[in-house]
T-cell receptor
C-alpha cells in the first residue's frame, strides 16, 4: 500500500539557516504530494503541493520538487525565520481513499 | 467560507462517560475523516467516510463510532471514554478529482483537545 517516510526530528536551526526535511514515498501510479504545516495549537494547513513528476510546489519561501525517479519530495527553504517553527508533515494522495501522512518533523528556529 | 468546523475546541471527560465530537464542512466534499494526534505519534486515522451512508475503519477505530447521514456532517462518538483516548482530534475533508482519480488536498478543522480523567 501507500506509505510516506519522513525525516525524523526534532530539527533545531538558527535563524537564516538553510532547511531541508526529507520525504520519500511508496505508491502505485502517480500520486499527488503535499507538505502540511501545523503551528502550535492549530490544525494542519496546506503549505504546498505538486501533482505530477518534476512539478515544483512553492509557498512562503518553501519549495519541494516531485522527483519520481527517486520517489522523493524534500522540503527546502533557503533562510528560515523564527516564525517557521512548527511541525511539518509530508503527505501523499494516491489510489487510497485517504491521504497518507508521514510522522511529522518538529522544526524549532532559534533567534 | 467556513471550511471544516469542529466543536468543541476543548473537553474534559470522566472515565466511562460518552460524548460526540462534531465536524461539519461546507465544501460539498465527498470524503471526511477523523484523526487523532498524540505526542511523537503523528496523525493516526480513526474512521473515514467516502460519502453519505458509507463509513469505514482506519488504523485505530476501537472505542469510537461514526455515522454519515449527510454530506456535511461527520460526528465522532466516544462510547465509554478511557484515559488512553486523551488526545487531540482532527476532522478533515477532501475529494477525488474526477479527471485524475486521485485524492486531492485535505482541509482540516482546528482540532478538539480531549482530556479523559
Amino acid at each position: 500500500g501507500d506509505s510516506v517516510t519522513q525525516m525524523e526530528g526534532p530539527v533545531t536551526l538558527s535563524e537564516e539557516a538553510f532547511l531541508t526535511i526529507n520525504c520519500t514515498y511508496t505508491a502505485t501510479g502517480y500520486p499527488s504530494l503535499f507538505w502540511y504545516v501545523q503551528y502550535p495549537g492549530e490544525g494542519l494547513q496546506l503549505l504546498l503541493k505538486a501533482t505530477k513528476a518534476d512539478d515544483k510546489g512553492s509557498n512562503k519561501g518553501f519549495e519541494a520538487t516531485y522527483r519520481k525517479e527517486t520517489t522523493s519530495f524534500h522540503l527546502e527553504k533557503g533562510s528560515v525565520q523564527v516564525s517557521d517553527s512548527a511541525v511539518y508533515f509530508c503527505a501523499l494522495g494516491g489510489s487510497a481513499r485517504q491521504l497518507t501522512f508521514g510522522s511529522g518533523t518538529q522544526l524549532t528556529v532559534l533567534p | 467560507n467556513a471550511g471544516v468546523t469542529q466543536t468543541p475546541k476543548f473537553q474534559v471527560l470522566k472515565t466511562g462517560q460518552s460524548m460526540t465530537l462534531q465536524c461539519a464542512q461546507d465544501m460539498n466534499h465527498e470524503y471526511m475523516s477523523w484523526y487523532r494526534q498524540d505526542p511523537g505519534m503523528g496523525l493516526r486515522l480513526i474512521h473515514y467516510s467516502v460519502g453519505a451512508g458509507i463509513t469505514d475503519q482506519g488504523e485505530v477505530p476501537n472505542g469510537y463510532n461514526v455515522s454519515r447521514s449527510t454530506t456535511e456532517d461527520f460526528p465522532l462518538r466516544l462510547l465509554s471514554a478511557a484515559p488512553s483516548q486523551t488526545s487531540v482530534y482532527f476532522c478533515a475533508s477532501s475529494y477525488v478529482a474526477p479527471s485524475e482519480g486521485r485524492n486531492t488536498e485535505a482541509f482540516f478543522g482546528q482540532g478538539t483537545r480531549l482530556t479523559v480523567v
